[in-house]
Structure formats: structure tokens, C-alpha cells
């Protein structure tokens, strides 16, 4: 997926999310004049929830290694530098639970793991860290990247159609990048970054069967030499076919920059790495 059509995806994300704001008001104007409903009504939300499928995405990575590099060194891409795929096909889980009385509050984890490697003849000289690698080199890669989300969400409207809400969790992403080739010093890199997210989510009833699920997050931190730009948004519809099982599909974009000049930084990495991946997703779905 290119990055033209990403942009388009989040802007009908942001469009469709806006539009959203209005339905408290217009769920408020449903009720009038029929029976008030109780603030503490459970019946539309589930107690738990258990999302488990696939994950289809596209990859647009760049990476830069070594603070010497960074202003002066070009940035690689991945995908077309070093032949990694494009698209991957991942197993992405999804648990959420509810609490409170009312389930106005809830806990959920994301994890899926994606692992691309490569061998490439070279097409021309590419500088990696402090090693160039000559035009007409094999070089084999690998890129392994793991998102794991933690959040905690709080519903400011509720009621038994419309859940609206902010956010509050964690993105946490080891990441492991290799570059090798004979008679050549191998090129990598690995950390973990744990980046903090706040978002807004709209959950919405369309009907007894069809609900609606929508979240954006995001984040900008800097922090001596160090900075961090993230943005998540999430689109789902999900039916539920039986009794405790149902079925689900969505879209997902993320979109993370994140530089890192500063040597003495705790993080096992000095560089720069610019990643976009965006993606479909099917899934069955198991709740109570």
C-alpha cells in the first residue's frame, strides 16, 4: 500500500471518526420522549472479548544506523533496497475485558509479530552503519518487528448504543534489524521501544448483530537527543453470527518515526528509523 493511499485511508478514518462525535447527541434525541435508560445498562457490551485472525499488511521501512549518519547519510529502504517484502500475512490477537458497574471501563492487549528477511544482489554501493557494501554483493537481511499494545480506556458517554471514550496505554516494539555478507563485518541493530499513547475511541451499536468499532492514538515525545513520533488508527465491523462467536474485519494504520542521536542514550540504538505499515484484518471473535 502506498503512502498516497495510506494518507487517503486516514483521512476518510478522520472523516468517519468526526462523524461520530454527533451520535451522543443524536442517541440523547432517539430517547426522547420514550422510557429514560439507565446509566448503568450493561446489555450492549460484553464483559470480554477475544479477537484472533489475520493480519495482512504492507511495509514501507527506512533505517539509518549510526549518529555520524544522521543529517549526512541516506536513509534505506528497506523493501527496495535489500528485497524485503512488501506485504506480510501475520497471526494478531486481541483480548479485551470490561469492568466496573456499568463496564464504562476497560483493559486490552494487541500482539502480532512480523518477520521479513531477504538475500539481495546489490544494484549499487549501500552504506550501512560504518560498512559500505559494494555494488554486486550478495547481502541478506532481516527485519523482525514486534508490536505489543497495553491500554486502559474510560467511557465519558455511555449508554446501551454508543461507547465514547479516551485512552491511555503503551505501544512496546522490539525490533531487530541484520545485515550480512561474506567477508564483510555484519551490520544490526535491536531495541525495544516503549512508547506511551493517548487515543479516543467510538464504539457504536448499529444494530442487535453489527457493531462499529473506531480508535485513534498517538504520541510526540523528545527527550535529550532522543525523539518519538506515533500514530495509530484502528476502523472494525463486527458481527455477532452466534451465540458467543462472531466475525470481523477491519483496517489498521500505523505510522512511526522515531531518532535517536545521543550515544549515551539508555536505548540499545543510535539512528533513525522511519516505518509505515497499514493492513487488513479478518478475525473470529469469541465474547461473553
Same mark, same amino acid.
Given at each position: +500500500? ?20 454527533? #451520535?451522543?447527541?443524536?442517541? %440523547? ?38 549518529? %555520524? %549518519? ?13 528485497? #524485503?517484502? $512488501? ?8 483480548? &479485551?475485558?470490561?469492568? /466496573? ?49 497495553? !491500554? ?5 458517554? =455511555? ?11 503503551? *505501544?512496546? +516494539?522490539?525490533?531487530?534489524? $541484520?545485515? !550480512? ?8 541493530? =535491536? ?28 504520541? *510526540? #515525545?523528545?527527550? &535529550? /537527543? ?12 463486527? =458481527? &455477532?453470527?452466534?451465540? =458467543? ?10 505510522? #512511526? ?16 528509523? %522511519? +516505518?509505515? *505499515?497499514?493492513?487488513? +484484518?479478518? *478475525? ?5
Amino acid at each position: +500500500m502506498t503512502l498516497t493511499t495510506s494518507r487517503i485511508l486516514v483521512q476518510s478514518f478522520l472523516v468517519l471518526f468526526i462523524g461520530t462525535m454527533g #451520535l451522543p447527541a443524536l442517541s %440523547q434525541e432517539a430517547d426522547t420522549g420514550t422510557k429514560p435508560k439507565a446509566s448503568s445498562s450493561t446489555s450492549s457490551w460484553d464483559r470480554f472479548t477475544l479477537n484472533a485472525g489475520g493480519f495482512v499488511s504492507a511495509n514501507n521501512s527506512g533505517i539509518m544506523i549510526g549518529s %555520524q %549518519q544522521i543529517g549526512a547519510g541516506l536513509q534505506i529502504d528497506v523493501e527496495d533496497a535489500l528485497g #524485503l517484502k $512488501t506485504t506480510s500475512f501475520v497471526f494478531r490477537i486481541d483480548p &479485551k475485558l470490561r469492568f /466496573g458497574a456499568n463496564r464504562r471501563q476497560f483493559v486490552s492487549l494487541s500482539y502480532f509479530d512480523v518477520r521479513r528477511s531477504a538475500s539481495k544482489v546489490l544494484e549499487k554501493d549501500l552504506e550501512i552503519g560504518d560498512q559500505t557494501f559494494p555494488l554486486g554483493t550478495e547481502v541478506s537481511s532481516r527485519f523482525d518487528l514486534t508490536i505489543i499494545r497495553a !491500554k486502559y480506556g474510560y467511557s465519558f458517554f =455511555h449508554d446501551d448504543r454508543i461507547s465514547m471514550g479516551a485512552s491511555f496505554g503503551f *505501544y512496546i +516494539m522490539p525490533l531487530k534489524f $541484520t545485515a !550480512k555478507a561474506p567477508n564483510i563485518e555484519e551490520q544490526n541493530t =535491536h531495541f525495544i521501544a516503549p512508547l506511551p499513547l493517548l487515543g479516543f475511541y467510538s464504539d457504536f451499536k448499529i444494530n442487535d448483530k453489527l457493531y462499529l468499532a473506531q480508535s485513534i492514538e498517538f504520541l *510526540y #515525545l523528545a527527550y &535529550k /537527543g532522543s525523539s518519538g513520533k506515533i500514530t495509530d488508527l484502528n476502523v472494525s465491523l463486527e =458481527h &455477532k453470527t452466534l451465540k =458467543h462467536f462472531g466475525l470481523g474485519a477491519g483496517i489498521n494504520i500505523n505510522a #512511526l518515526n522515531i531518532k535517536v542521536v545521543d550515544e549515551n542514550t539508555p536505548l540499545d540504538f543510535v539512528g533513525k528509523i %522511519q +516505518m509505515e *505499515y497499514s493492513g487488513f +484484518m479478518l *478475525y473470529a471473535k469469541y465474547y461473553f
